[in-house]
């Protein structure tokens, strides 16, 4: 990309595609496309292809996806199925159409199978059944893959994909069902303190493990990508460590200061009971994480901190 390359980034004002849109910018990039929900509906392909005819972006970032915890992916799949088919299957495909040089296509680690050899291969994809809570959204998300690799393999065009492993960080969403782990605790454990509250209760066992991923880390690993990978095979994004959701819920309780009772709810589901990626694929291209977990959840904080009475809760 160069720095007056037309850069559109769908999904901005997201968690992810806002941090690509502030990477993307602080690096000097000038002329980077974001419209709103109400500038440019990304279900609507009329839409779409009008927009692209006339802005002519030469790189695409699909940051755009219906997305939330365990709780949220669990009850509504019918969404998470329909609005991500819809999303991906605009995009890709006009993108193609339209002369873009690049597009980036995020998936998720939950496209592996639940039970996978851990720390998850690239190669794991596509060899067992998936987790039942995120069925829906893992399968949109391998369609959006298997159709990124079908327009390289029979059209030639430049569409890579990359698998970020749970993600966190400023402009997540903090809504008290809706959210995944990160932002759903520190929300909770927040108004804990506030409310001098003894006790409260997290979800599920506290004994699955998962690798989280601050967003501006993401944001630089697709800039990266973007600039550096051209191949078929999708890459995982992460960080290679892993942390106990009972660890995790620690570390925020003490990074908020409240020192309460944790009492966990099992009528919640667990999810998968292991979650690490092998990202030893993208550090072999020369990139690695920057923010450990105890600075990212800080930052994360202290960002809620500031918008706690303006964001989505
Ligand atoms: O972050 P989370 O919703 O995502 O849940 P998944 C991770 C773990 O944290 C689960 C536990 O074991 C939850 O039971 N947990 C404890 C909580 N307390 C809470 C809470 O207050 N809120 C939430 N949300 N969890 C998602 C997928 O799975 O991962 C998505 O459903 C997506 O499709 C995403 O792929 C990255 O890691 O279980």
């Given at each position: 990309m160069n720095k007056d390359s037309a850069i559109f980034v769908a999904g901005a004002r997201g968690l992810v595609g806002s941090a690509i849109v502030r990477r993307l910018q602080a690096s000097g990039y000038t002329n980077v496309l974001y419209p709103s929900?109400?500038?440019?509906?990304?279900?609507?392909?009329?839409?779409?292809?009008?927009?692209?005819?006339?802005?002519?972006?030469?790189?695409?970032?699909?940051?755009?996806?219906?997305?939330?915890?365990?709780?949220?992916?669990?009850?509504?799949?019918?969404?998470?199925?329909?609005?991500?088919?819809?999303?991906?299957?605009?995009?890709?495909?006009?993108?193609?159409?339209?002369?873009?040089?690049?597009?980036?296509?995020?998936?998720?680690?939950?496209?592996?199978?639940?039970f996978c050899e851990q720390p998850i291969k690239e190669s794991a994809l596509l060899s067992g059944p998936l987790e039942?809570?995120?069925?829906?959204?893992?399968?949109?998300?391998?369609?959006?893959?298997?159709?990124?690799?079908?327009?390289?393999?029979?059209?030639?065009f430049n569409a890579i994909c990359a698998q970020p492993t749970n993600l966190y960080g400023p402009n997540?969403?903090?809504?008290?069902t809706g959210s995944h782990v990160i932002p759903g605790l520190m929300r909770r454990i927040m108004e804990a303190k506030e409310a001098k509250l003894e006790k409260i209760a997290c979800w599920?066992?506290?004994?699955?493990?998962?690798?989280?991923?601050?967003?501006?880390?993401?944001?630089?690993?697709?800039?990266?990508?973007?600039?550096?990978?051209?191949g078929i095979d999708i890459v995982n994004v992460g960080t290679g460590d892993e942390i106990s959701i009972a660890d995790l819920t620690k570390l925020i309780c003490e990074q908020v200061g409240w020192e309460g009772e944790i009492e966990w709810d099992t009528s919640k589901p667990d999810g998968t009971p292991r979650k690490v990626c092998d990202i030893s694929k993208l550090k072999s291209l020369g990139w690695n994480p920057k923010v450990d977990l105890a600075k990212g959840i800080e930052l994360t904080l202290s960002w809620f901190k500031e918008h706690q009475n303006s964001i989505r809760t």
């Open positions: 929900r109400q500038e440019l509906d990304l279900s609507d392909a009329d839409q779409v292809k009008k927009y692209f005819e006339g802005m002519k972006p030469e790189y695409v970032f699909i940051a755009a996806a219906k997305v939330g915890g365990i709780l949220a992916n669990n009850t509504q799949p019918v969404e998470f199925l329909l609005e991500n088919l819809k999303i991906q299957n605009t995009l890709i495909p006009i993108s193609y159409e339209c002369g873009v040089k690049k597009l980036l296509f995020l998936g998720s680690t939950c496209i592996y199978p639940k039942p809570t995120n069925e829906a959204y893992a399968i949109a998300k391998i369609a959006g893959i298997k159709l990124c690799q079908a327009y390289k393999k029979e059209y030639g997540d969403n903090f809504s008290s599920g066992t506290g004994t699955p493990t998962r690798e989280f991923l601050f967003v501006d880390d993401l944001a630089d690993a697709c800039i990266f990508l973007m600039d550096s990978y051209d």
